[in-house]
């Protein structure tokens, strides 16, 4: 599953904090990143969903909030014939909460 699925919420006091202590947020303005916060949207993943695909195009930055993120690259040492089209490749790093992905896509 690719996207996840948006809930409507209200962003709690820790939420704010942990994710304005991001290093990318840390010197914002509280106003401006109250504004940017208020156009934010809450995805929540099944386990073992796919977030977002190496090579593909993003345009989201994302924080955890809860959970975890296995991170997989895939090396371009694979055999394009005989490598399914499914293979998301190695283990690289895993990612929870605070932490954040995407921002080199962004």
């Known amino acids: 599953m690719a996207g996840g699925e948006e809930k409507s919420f209200a962003l709690t006091k820790a939420m704010f ?3 304005k202590s991001n290093v ?3 010197d914002v303005p509280d106003a401006d990143f109250t504004a940017m916060m208020a156009k934010a949207t809450l995805r ?3 386990p ?3 977030v977002m695909r190496q090579g593909g195009d993003g ?3 994302y924080v955890i909030a809860s959970g975890e993120v296995e991170v997989r690259s895939r090396t371009g040492y694979e055999d ?3 490598t399914p089209d499914a293979y ?5 790093r ?3 909460v605070s932490d954040h992905f995407g921002e080199v896509s962004v």
Request: glycine share 4%; net charge neutral; charged share 15%.
């Open 17 to 19: 904090e942990m994710i």
């Open 44 to 46: 929540s993943y099944e």
């Open 88 to 92: 998301l490749g190695s283990a690289i």
């Open 48 to 50: 073992n969903s796919v």
């Open 59 to 61: 345009n989201n930055f």
């Open 94 to 96: 895993r990612l929870s």
């Open 80 to 82: 394009p014939l005989t």
């Open 24 to 26: 990318y947020f840390k």
